[in-house]
C-alpha cells in the first residue's frame, strides 16, 4: 500500500522514519488555514487535518494511496498561536507564554477514498518564565520561524519548557502511538525499524 504525506513538515518525515514509516510521496496540501471566526483550538487542528487529506487525496498522484495529513496549533486559553509571521509576533507569542501553562493539539487524518480515520490529541506545556534577555537570544536564533506558537520543543526551546502532560511528539507535530494505531488500521504495516535514538 503506498503512503502519502499531505506535509511538507521535515519534522514530521522525521518522526515517522523513526518508526521505520518512509511515505512514498510527500505532497504538501494548499488549503487556506485561517481560523473560522469563533473557531476554537481543538475543532480547528482537526478541520485543517481532514481538509488537507482530502485535497491531497483528491490529487491525481495520490489515486489509490493511504493518505496522511496533522495539523498542530498552539494555544493560549482560546486563542489559536499560529506560526509567526515576523520577529515582532514571535516575542509576542513567547511573552504571552512566557510563565503559564497552554496547551499544543494535533489533528491527524487518514484518508483511503473515501474511507477516514481521525485523532485528536493534546499536550500541556508549561513555559518558565523567560527573561527579557532569554527571549532575544531566542528570537536571534531564528528557531522559531515557521513553527506554531514561536518555539521548537524538539530544539533550542527545550530549554524553556519544565514540564510537560502527555504526548511529546504531539508538540513536536506528529503524535506517534495515534499515528502508528491508526496506520496499522488502515492496513499499513509499523515496522519500528527506524534509526535507534
Not at 94 to 114: M, P
Not at 144 to 158: D, E, P, T
Not at 177 to 191: F, H, I, K
Request: aromatic share 6%; hydrophobic share 45%; net charge positive.
Amino acid at each position: 500500500m503506498r503512503l502519502v504525506l499531505a506535509s511538507a513538515s521535515p519534522r514530521r518525515r522525521d518522526l515517522l522514519a523513526s518508526i521505520g514509516v518512509v511515505p512514498d510521496a510527500v505532497l504538501p496540501a494548499d488549503i487556506d488555514e485561517t481560523p473560522r471566526r469563533t473557531e476554537l483550538p481543538r475543532p480547528y487542528a482537526q478541520r485543517l487535518a481532514r481538509e488537507k487529506a482530502a485535497a491531497v487525496a483528491a490529487r491525481p498522484e495520490a489515486t489509490g494511496a493511504l493518505v496522511l495529513a496533522a495539523d498542530t496549533v498552539v494555544a493560549a486559553g482560546r486563542r489559536i498561536l499560529g506560526k509567526p509571521e515576523n520577529e515582532a509576533e514571535a516575542h509576542a507569542f513567547l511573552t504571552l507564554l512566557s510563565g503559564r501553562r497552554h496547551r499544543v493539539a494535533t489533528g491527524v487524518a487518514l484518508r483511503l477514498g473515501d474511507r477516514e480515520w481521525t485523532r485528536l490529541v493534546e499536550t500541556q506545556v508549561r513555559f518558565k518564565r523567560l527573561s527579557d534577555a532569554e527571549i532575544s537570544a531566542y528570537l536571534r536564533s531564528g528557531e522559531w520561524r515557521g513553527k506554531a506558537g514561536g518555539y521548537a520543543i524538539q530544539g533550542i526551546g527545550a530549554a524553556f519548557v519544565p514540564a510537560i502532560n502527555g504526548s511529546y511528539t504531539n508538540v513536536v507535530g506528529l503524535p506517534l502511538t495515534e499515528t502508528a494505531g491508526l496506520l496499522a488500521g488502515a492496513g499499513l504495516t509499523v515496522t519500528y525499524e527506524g534509526s535507534p535514538a
